[in-house]
């Protein structure tokens, strides 16, 4: 069985400090590893995934398969990055497992 | 990517009646699916929906509270029946596969 653990359910920083926001996965396989992102008033979107070791809007995540996580960081937060972030996995049924999600206020 | 168009975008239903979701995509795609998403909940999958046969449902969900049908590959449908105020949640159509998902916007139900 595949799981996906989001320990926070509300992140609050301030502007300019830095953010990770953690991912803790279970699985036996290789996982594809996903971070999706809900502004407010819009649809949930893929925001990165590990296979493409990007960075997108300054956010990075890389998957450490010793410690089983995905977490998901960025050294300075700014206001628009408030949201709600999604941790998900994919196996090899590619339906994703989500966690809880965390919600992320960045205050100015 | 898929371009996913789900209506109502939110609807508020008396207890006992049954409100249909609508789940249109601008491109043929293999699998369609359906969830629930609750305040502080994770995305709770409801089932697959198949193109051609029944859908598959998630442990918890069974077909005669939540029917569901796809017609052809752009298209489903999701009832949510004999609604009870527990039924108030967000409810998104997603689809694949591709090991990205894409949603559409949502259906907010407010059941009183």
């Known amino acids: 069985a595949q799981r996906v653990t989001q320990p926070e359910k509300l992140l609050s920083v301030f502007k300019g400090a830095p953010v990770e926001l953690k991912c803790n996965y279970s699985y036996s396989g290789s996982p594809e590893l996903f971070w999706y992102v809900q502004y407010s008033r819009q649809r949930l979107q893929l925001l990165l995934r590990?296979?493409s070791r990007e960075s997108i809007k300054g956010f990075t995540a890389d998957l450490n398969k010793g410690e089983t996580s995905f977490h998901l960081k960025k050294p300075f937060a700014q206001e628009e990055d408030s949201a709600m972030y999604y941790c998900?996995?994919?196996?090899?049924?590619?339906?994703?497992?989500f966690g809880r999600g965390t919600s992320l206020i960045v205050h100015p | 990517s898929a371009v996913i168009s789900q209506k109502p975008s939110r609807d508020i239903c008396q207890r006992g009646t049954s409100l249909t979701i609508q789940c249109q995509v601008d491109s043929q795609v293999t699998m369609m699916f359906w969830y629930r998403q609750q305040p502080g909940q994770s995305l709770t999958l409801i089932a697959t929906?198949?193109?051609?046969?029944?859908?598959?449902?998630e442990s918890g969900f069974v077909i005669d509270k939540f029917p569901i049908s796809r017609p052809n590959l752009t298209f489903s449908t999701l009832t949510v029946s004999n609604m009870s105020p527990e039924d108030s949640s967000i409810y998104l159509c997603?689809?694949?596969?591709?090991?990205?998902?894409?949603f559409g916007q949502g259906t907010r139900l407010t059941v009183v």
């Open positions: 998900a996995l994919s196996g090899g049924s590619y339906i994703p497992t």
């Open positions: 590990h296979i």
């Open positions: 997603s689809v694949g596969p591709n090991t990205e998902a894409f």
């Open positions: 929906a198949n193109q051609g046969s029944e859908a598959t449902y």
